[in-house]
């Protein structure tokens, strides 16, 4: 005889964890959906690149796989002068990375990198970027910029709004060099893959 199942909506159920990264991977190519359509309408000057840039940072750690000793929190790091204003810690506040919190600091020495799982580095540091590559040498760090040449130079993932549009390139080599996978999703997103 046949059994009777109940309609899918008449309980809660807990989808299994391919499924949920499924979801989230959608809502986040939503999210970066959004952001390049909104750029790319007549802007309203540097806060509004850079509130979406803060955007497509905080997405970047949600597509990156950490180590498992990296903890329950990620630490964002802005070197140098802080573009972002407020939007980066309103995102970082109401956002996580997977199961992770997401905490913002700013810095301006290289030696203050040491506690970074994540580090944005500020055009005008750009030149000392060389120095901040050794500084995290062997730990599960991720270096962004949006800076023309920063890929080149070895930064994971590279910013750029010259079309109109913000897009990113990345170098894949350098974040599994730090122990960091990139995901496939994210790589499809990229203009480029440094290989």
């Known amino acids: ?27 986040t190519s939503v ?16 806060a509004d690149e850079y509130r979406l840039k803060a955007a497509f940072l905080l997405n970047f750690a949600t597509f990156t796989t950490w180590p498992e000793g990296v903890g329950d929190t990620l630490e964002v790091c802005v070197y140098g002068g802080d573009p972002f204003g407020a939007h980066l ?31 944005f580095v500020a055009r005008g540091m750009i030149g000392n970027l060389a120095r901040v590559l050794d500084r ?33 390139a990345a170098n894949l080599a350098a974040a599994r060099r730090q122990g960091l996978g990139l995901s496939a999703r994210l790589l499809n997103l990229a203009t480029e893959v440094r290989q």
């Open 31 to 46: 999210l970066l959906g959004a952001a390049t359509a909104s750029l790319a309408q007549p802007a309203e000057g540097a």
């Open 136 to 168: 995290i040498e062997g730990r599960a760090a991720l270096t962004v910029a949006d800076s023309p040449g920063a890929l080149d130079a070895g930064v994971m993932l590279n910013m750029d709004s010259a079309s109109g549009r913000i897009s990113f």
């Open 89 to 119: 810690d309103q995102i970082a506040t109401a956002r996580k990375a997977g199961t992770r919190a997401l905490r913002v600091a700013r810095v301006n020495s290289v030696d203050a990198l040491d506690d970074c799982q994540m580090v």
């Open 1 to 27: 005889p046949p059994t009777h199942r109940p309609p899918p909506w008449s309980h809660a159920r807990v989808l299994p964890w391919p499924f949920r990264l499924l979801r989230l991977l959608a809502c």
